[in-house]
Nanobody
């Protein structure tokens, strides 16, 4: 399984950015997907997730209303639209795939739920 995240970069406060994650080696439509981020000195934290059937999405409180997760099962892609970014959004962003099954809602927020991880893409927001 390979997850390749892209789209990171250096942007100013208030700008928009769209992260993409391309998945291969798995039956994509069977996997819930998530985005996490990790800033220097911090633990990896949940950002957003989408169920495999796209019926539900979940967000961290810190990004709710600013970020939108979506997926394209026909093209094995998951995306994170980031609007109104802030300096505190600066981090390496990782996409991740749940191995199988249909976890309960709370599980989507936990890194341990995800079986596969990409290498991450750096997002830096300048003030």
């Amino acid at each position: 399984v390979q997850l390749q995240a892209s789209g990171g970069g250096l942007v100013q406060t208030g700008a928009s950015l769209r992260l993409s994650c391309s998945a291969s080696g798995l039956t994509f439509r069977r996997n819930g997907m998530g985005w996490f981020r990790q800033a220097p000195g911090n633990e990896r934290e949940f950002v957003a997730a989408v169920r495999k059937d796209t019926t539900s999405t979940y967000y961290a409180e810190s990004v709710k209303g600013r970020f939108t997760i979506s997926r394209d099962n026909a093209n094995n892609g998951v995306y994170l639209q980031m609007n109104s970014v802030r300096p505190e959004d600066t981090a390496v962003y990782y996409c991740a795939a749940i191995g199988s099954g249909n976890p309960i809602i709370s599980s989507y927020y936990r890194p341990s739920t995800y079986a596969y991880w990409g290498k991450g893409t750096q997002v830096t927001v300048s003030s």
